[in-house]
């Protein structure tokens, strides 16, 4: 589970034991000399500074990146002294995460060992894996999630639109509206989202009917689209101009008929689903909030709940 | 769309055009004095030569990691030139990735005003948006994926793990085996194999019977969680020590009678639904290979289709 690394209660805060970084068992004895003597370990302490960091659920340490020295020289000094404490005290996996305006720390990082983790706009994770048994640092994200509407109207209207950047392949064609969800969107919000951005129609989300998964997509990650049947209650049409060509109603016999759906066993098989869709002949996933002890979040769990017209699904 | 930033042609190598760059006409007439005024224009064209780069899909342009300059004082006047290229030939989104190898030229593309993107242990990405307008660079990836497998014999016993490192009110739970798939890993793939390491068991993959969505998670970004239906093939309990604390056939009723479970509603919603579906009374989402020409990309989508024997689903 990864849920360690950023949902772990903050066990405790420390510092090195200054006496087991500097390697003397018992300092305060030895340094008892004259104020000059004292005011030596105190210098090399302030030299050699372990960084400040919490440890996490799973034998690491997580680095406080509120705390980091200033400049280039003590944080290079900071972090080798850090990673010889870490490794004296059995530590396994080290989180380093360095804000943009401390990207000059970035190559000291690499030149320690540190390895690039993930990185958001305003920070850049690095890991250091200390044991000498495999990596168990969770992975970073894996995956980008898309969304596709299914609009069909009481005409049976099915809504669809035209890229304006596409594929010559795509020439003519009219596809459904899809797009990315943003970060922390649901499904169903993100479905509605992008068929109102792309065509100016308001929808009601009514289920998941299918999905993709697909690998070595963008930037090599994954990409899972979830096809969603959405139920139309505007029907004026206004398109957003910087990425749509054109949107329109287009009949459904005439949208299954395109060539470019016609040739492609993936489209194919999703039309077919939608269709059956709406005839009841098939359960889509819905969408219902639940809040779990387990991490105490309200999510989204999808899942088939006939409607009771729906006499052919039992799954109520 | 994501797909252009990789899947796209690459349409053209470019260098910028020399004259355009130093801010002269048309410089093969200005320059054609004797040997020396040659030399000159030449002398400034390696100093300031833009970044080897490629056209995207979307008016933007992807730098050639292979072909950077070696050293920081190079890269950083490179990096300033091409933008100043860029930025006065209409180019929008630019795209530069940094090979761990080079992380002394982060902070030289930070200070220019490129963000990060995104990381992988190889390398870092960054980006510059240059026009006046909303960024329409896509984002990186959102979301992880994991799988949880409800495996169940003919005796209505459940494969169950207990986790080595859990929550204090996980203590003595009995919970089903969960993991997250890894890179480029099939889900029915990703359940079969976390089942097989943590406890040892082999089986077949049935059906997705629902899954979760939630925000907020590992890294703050969302995940996605699949439960899985998965038929057993072999019996005999052998623990990966390094997770798991213990794994056993548990008796469903005494499984499900758990305070973690009745007290969960979540857990409660997910058993309800596992239980209907053993009963043939739910249909659950199978895996099938699709092509799409759009793509040209082998995928899995996974919809309900009734097994002969499910009376009440008419999904088939």
Not at 80 to 106: C, H, I, N, Q, R
Not at 144 to 154: L, T, Y
Not at 290 to 309: C, G, H, M
Request: negative net charge; glycine residues 6%; charged residues 25%.
């Amino acid at each position: 589970m990864l849920s360690g690394v950023r949902s772990a209660a903050r066990k405790r805060l420390f510092r090195s034991d200054p006496a087991e970084l500097l390697g003397v068992a018992n300092w305060s004895e030895t340094g008892g000399g004259g104020a000059g003597g004292h005011q030596h370990w105190w210098t090399a302490l302030e030299n050699n500074f372990v960084l400040e960091a919490t440890d996490d659920e799973y034998g690491g340490v997580v680095v406080d990146a509120d705390r980091l020295p200033a400049d280039r020289a003590a944080f290079a000094r900071s972090l080798a002294a850090s990673l010889s404490y870490w490794k004296s005290v059995g530590k396994k996996g080290v989180w380093l995460k360095l804000p943009v305006d401390l990207a000059e720390f970035v190559p000291l990082a690499v030149k320690e060992g540190f390895k690039y983790h993930h990185a958001e706009e305003a920070y850049l994770m690095m890991t250091y894996w200390i044991p000498d048994e495999p990596n168990m640092l969770p992975a970073n994200a894996s995956h980008q999630v898309g969304v596709g509407g299914f609009v069909i109207n009481d005409q049976m209207e099915v809504l669809v639109v035209q890229e304006k950047y596409r594929g010559s392949s795509l020439d003519g064609v009219w596809k459904l509206p899809t797009g990315f969800i943003l970060a922390s969107e649901e499904i169903y919000t993100g479905a509605s989202r992008e068929v109102k951005e792309e065509t100016g129609v308001d929808t009601e989300f009514v289920d998941v009917v299918a999905f993709r998964h697909a690998h070595n997509v963008a930037f090599h990650k994954s990409d899972l689209f979830f096809i969603c049947m959405l139920r139309p209650v505007s029907s004026e049409i206004k398109i957003d101009e910087t990425e749509i060509q054109a949107a329109k109603w287009m009949a459904l016999e005439e949208f299954v008929k395109q060539p470019f759906i016609q040739e492609d066993h993936m489209f194919q098989k999703i039309m077919d689903i939608c269709i059956q869709r709406l005839r009841k002949c098939y359960c889509g996933l819905t969408p219902h909030h639940v809040v779990s002890k387990f991490d105490d979040r309200t999510s989204t769990l999808y899942y088939n709940v006939a409607e009771p017209e729906d006499v052919n699904c039992s799954a109520a």
